[in-house]
């Protein structure tokens, strides 16, 4: 007689964990997971169980045919309202079940209330189901079918703790891997390096979904394909964004650029800038340089649009830093040589800026805006360059397009970006402008890549700490 137990079943296994987060069980999830992954993934709707147990908060228990006709008569009182104030299904959901409905102590009443209160308990199991899940290495922005990571799925279904809970997930997986990596920007989840993915994946290191982009923008292709991953052993499908050609600066430099009256585009069609950004630019000169008269840095020319709203501000003196040769050639055609107190420099910020500061220039105000680096590049400007190159009492900012196509990645980069300023000595403000409707304007065709893809875009204005 053999000893020797049956080989587990991976499908069923995975099944098994996708309910219980699902059921937000605690006790048979914490069993799963001993030999079991936080990163399994349901065939059919590419769900992980972080994916599992935020769903389960979707739709509300179904009320008793009592309470409902209770809330429906209750639709002849002003917006709802009991005679307590409240609304009457708030009331309901009160601590006095008994009473708060029609004094009567109706025992179905209180039960219905029971399951309302139900619901909201389900969210607090819910946040610690998730915990177990990330505590346990449970992979913050895995795409399921509907291209949504679990943080795009709580934000749609306004679950605004469990979406703070996947935003602080995120931040801690790119500080970590900011420091492994020398601040290596959201990656893409088809990462030519599999191995390397595989490996962080066992370590429970949260692998990123985002592309190094232009004018650090960390983009999200649309889903347009399927590929196959392996999940503890069990061969799944699961969605991945679209492959992108990479862009980086050396190919940029070199590359053909379209110039129209509403874009700047390269030779692949990618957006460089854009007029929609105007409204942008000019609040941001207006906070970087708020009076005239003042010493102004430019890198990254583009459309020249901020250089434009600098000029209008009276610099005394008006420095601009611009790489691609297009440009330049686009700057003499526009005068911009000729302008008073203005000074082009020709080449890259890597080679010009110490140039700078070793001549001891400096400025009242800075903006970063370059196009087709990576964020080790803009952390090495401000940790290693701003100090040497910014007036005491002086303004900074840059273009912050950090995951813009996708609301979570912008919101995990806010903080990343925010954490690693105030580490190189530097305080930031936000000011919240609102973006316009860009799909519906039509501001995308012709484009290959739609770099922007959020309602409201957050404007940095950074200082000295003290």
């Not at 996947?166 to 790119?174: F, I, K, L, P, S």
């Not at 650029?257 to 030779?267: G, I, N, Q, T, Y």
């Not at 580490?423 to 039509?442: C, Q, S």
């Not at 893809?453 to 700490?465: A, G, N």
Request: hydrophobic share 35%.
């Amino acid at each position: 007689m053999s000893d020797s137990h049956p080989e587990p079943d991976p499908e069923l296994e995975a099944q098994l964990i996708l309910v219980a987060a699902s059921n937000h069980n605690l006790e048979a999830l914490r069993s799963l997971l001993r030999t079991g992954s936080a990163n399994v993934q349901d065939l059919d709707t590419g769900y992980t169980p972080l994916h599992s147990a935020i769903a389960a908060c979707e739709a509300s228990p179904p009320l008793s045919p009592i309470l409902s006709s209770r809330v429906q008569e209750n639709n002849a009182h002003p917006n709802g309202q009991a005679a307590s104030g409240t609304t009457y299904l708030e009331g309901v959901r009160g601590n006095d079940l008994e009473t708060t409905a029609d004094g009567n102590g109706n025992r179905d009443m209180a039960i219905d209330g029971d399951k309302e209160n139900g619901k909201l308990n389900e969210l607090d199991a819910a946040e610690k189901t998730i915990r177990l899940l990330l505590q346990n290495g449970a992979i913050w922005n895995d795409l399921d079918k509907n291209n949504e990571t679990p943080g795009c799925l709580a934000k749609r279904l306004d679950l605004s703790n469990l979406y703070d809970i996947m935003v602080d997930a995120g931040v801690r997986a790119e500080m970590l891997l900011s420091r492994l990596d020398g601040y290596v920007l959201l990656q893409d989840v088809d990462d030519e390096d599999e191995d390397e993915e595989e490996q962080e994946q066992e370590e429970g290191v949260e692998p990123n979904i985002s592309t190094v982009q232009p004018r650090l923008s960390a983009a999200i292709a649309g889903q347009d394909q399927v590929t196959e991953t392996e999940h503890n052993g069990d061969a799944q499908e699961v969605p991945t964004p679209a492959t992108l050609a990479e862009v980086n600066s050396a190919e940029y430099l070199r590359s053909d650029l379209k110039f129209h009256s509403e874009r700047l585009l390269d030779e692949d069609k990618n957006g460089v800038m854009m007029a929609w950004e105007t409204g942008i630019m000019e609040r941001t000169a207006a906070l970087l340089a708020p009076v005239r008269g003042l010493r102004v840095l430019n890198i990254g020319h583009g459309m020249g649009i901020i250089d434009d709203f600098f000029q209008k501000r009276s610099p005394s003196a008006h420095h601009i830093i611009e790489a691609h040769p297009a440009v330049l050639e686009q700057m003499e055609k526009n005068g911009w040589a000729d302008e008073v107190g203005v000074t082009v420099h020709e080449g890259k910020w890597q080679d010009v800026v110490p140039k700078l500061i070793e001549e001891g220039t400096s400025f009242n105000a800075i903006y970063f805006d370059t196009f087709a680096e990576d964020y080790k590049e803009f952390h090495r400007f401000f940790e290693d360059n701003v100090i040497g190159l910014l007036d005491d009492g002086g303004r900074w900012g840059f273009f912050h397009g950090l995951g813009a196509d996708r609301q979570i990645c912008y919101d995990v980069y806010t903080k990343v970006v925010e954490i690693d300023l105030l580490e190189a000595g530097y305080d930031v403000e936000w000011e919240t402008i609102l973006v316009p409707d860009l799909d519906r304007a039509r501001q995308w065709e012709g484009i290959k890549r739609p770099y922007w893809q959020l309602q409201t875009y957050r404007l940095p204005v950074c200082t000295f700490i003290g």
